[in-house]
T-cell receptor
């Protein structure tokens, strides 16, 4: 079955450490996204990529970095510069260029930094 | 006015009742509309796209009112399992140049009571 896989599901890190969250999709989607969700809050866009080797900052990109070396993969690195990294991180994808194609989400990574 | 607004609720509804909630959007260039369901501590999952003429999927009916710029979701014969947060997503037509056209509402929390 096609889908989006995020790993790990739960991640614990010490403050000051960088950490990379994995996102892989086999849906052959061009566009991929990273969102952050805090308790009781909506989704906030961190980074997105419409095509391989290209990505754009979202609303809250500070303290994060991404790469898009392969169509299937869009890893997110949470750096030590991110002030409040503890959150639920969601990766999503959709067919680029089709405005009515819905987003498909991975099952999320819950990051806790202490 | 926020770009996409939803009543956060919670809506407390007895099992078997009909419940409806709206999502208003401010950008008249919005082209695509979706309802997602999100269970506690899980990823959002697509419930249904919203088509201009309105559409139905079992107990769920979605409608679009372009003149008043809102979409609605109606749930008939509500079940305990319908308890969740319902997110609306509004998408502008992708215009190229890296512009992301997706905006999420913060969600409406629905609780179906036995």
């Amino acid at each position: 079955d096609g889908g989006i896989t995020q790993s790990p599901k739960y991640l614990f890190r010490k403050e000051g450490q960088n950490v990379t969250l994995s996102c892989e999709q086999n849906l052959n989607h061009d566009a991929m996204y990273w969102y952050r969700q805090d308790p009781g809050q909506g989704l906030r866009l961190i980074y997105y990529s419409q095509i391989v080797n290209d990505f754009q900052k979202g609303d809250i990109a500070e303290g994060y970095s991404v790469s898009r070396e392969k169509k299937e993969s869009f890893p997110l690195t949470v750096t030590s510069a991110q002030k409040n990294p503890t959150a639920f991180y969601l990766c999503a994808s959709h067919r680029g260029g089709e405005y009515n194609s819905p987003l498909h989400f991975g099952n999320g990574t819950r990051l806790t930094v202490t | 006015r926020k770009e996409v607004e939803q009543d956060p609720g919670p809506f407390n509804v007895p099992e078997g009742a009909t419940v409806a909630f709206n999502c208003t959007y401010s950008n008249s260039a919005s082209q695509s509309f979706f309802w997602y369901r999100q269970d506690c501590r899980k990823e959002p999952k697509l419930l249904m796209s919203v088509y201009s003429s309105g559409n139905e999927d079992g107990r769920f009916t979605a409608q679009l009112n372009r003149a008043s710029q809102y979409i609605s979701l109606l749930i008939r014969d509500s079940k305990l399992s319908d308890s969740a947060t319902y997110l609306c997503v509004v998408k502008r037509r992708y215009s190229g140049g890296g512009a992301d056209g997706l905006t999420f509402g913060k969600g409406t929390h629905l609780i179906i009571q036995p």
